[in-house]
């Protein structure tokens, strides 16, 4: 079991033939990925060779539906022209479509996002400005490392993408389910909350790990709902602890106001809901051992 991408998703990348989308459709492929298209209008009909495996390229996404029975598209179109791209994708219906690029204008994000929903939901966004998605096994959609972890029973929801793979490799011997990076700008698709229900769903999954990060007040609602929602345990860590008080840091949803939004204000409020937070990412990945060795 896994959550949103399996070994039987069919994968297609929109800019496939850029440098970036040709960089890591190899590394998808070589991970096990069912890549069967790329996406771009001037080459339509040609293919791409990727190590002795031949990828056809479609003109639209839809196209690429009715050739292929595509139900995932990654996304790594140059920013300007991301919101056309993720369009494309909503208006074709695809199931999931996972927004890889950064530095996209949050008013390109937030009609993406509004055009989503007036849709009726029926495309469920991962990010943008994320790592993606990796069932560890199965199915790898994005840039997350597929060698540094393995299958297992834990989920890991995460704002940020190196930590990520950090928490991926400090855990490696136990291995996850499936691991969500859902990116860190203001506005994103799916949240921390969507990826809550979703392992609290799973009957493979046993234990969440969630990381957030200073800014916004994401993790504080992902508290509300673990509270009323999870009955799985659920670890966490916030990262910026030794952020300096009242400066902006890093991500662009990284924006502090008042207490809420500070690594020790997030901290606290999971910890009212039962999770138990970590420091380090070293410590948040001990505290997940001791839980699961019960």
Request: proline share 5%; with cysteine.
């Amino acid at each position: 079991m896994a959550i949103f991408l399996t070994k039987e998703s069919k994968v297609i990348v929109q800019g496939m033939t850029g440098s970036e989308g040709q960089k890591h459709t190899r590394r998808m492929l070589a991970s096990g990925t069912n890549i069967v298209g790329g996406v771009n209008p001037r080459k339509a009909g040609q293919t791409v060779e990727f190590d002795g495996t031949e990828v056809p390229v479609f003109g639209s996404v839809k196209d690429a539906i009715e050739k292929t029975g595509a139900d995932v598209t990654v996304i790594f179109v140059p920013e300007k022209f991301t919101k056309s791209a993720v369009v494309e994708a909503i208006d074709a219906e695809i199931p999931l479509a996972v927004v890889i690029t950064e530095g996209i204008a949050v008013h390109d994000s937030a009609s993406f996002w509004a055009y989503a929903g007036k849709k009726g939901n029926k495309t469920r966004i991962i990010g943008p400005n994320c790592p993606g998605l990796i069932t560890p096994g199965q199915s790898n959609a994005g840039i997350i490392p597929a060698d540094i972890t393995k299958p297992g029973r834990i989920g890991l929801v995460s704002k940020s993408g190196t930590l990520t793979y950090q928490m991926m490799y400090e855990l490696r011997d136990i291995g996850f389910s499936t691991c969500v990076g859902i990116g860190g700008d203001p506005i994103i698709g799916t949240t921390h909350i969507d990826a809550l229900k979703a392992f609290q769903d799973d009957p493979e999954t046993d234990l969440i790990v969630m990381i957030g990060e200073i800014g916004g007040d994401a993790e504080e609602r992902a508290a509300a709902f673990i509270k009323e929602n999870v009955t799985k345990p659920v670890v966490g860590y916030v990262a910026g602890f030794t952020a300096p008080e009242g400066k902006t840091m890093g991500h662009a949803g990284a924006i502090v106001s008042g207490s809420s939004g500070t690594a020790q204000a997030k901290k606290e409020a999971l910890e009212a809901a039962g999770v138990k937070v970590g420091k380090t990412p070293t410590e948040t990945a001990k505290l997940a051992r001791e839980i699961l060795a019960g």
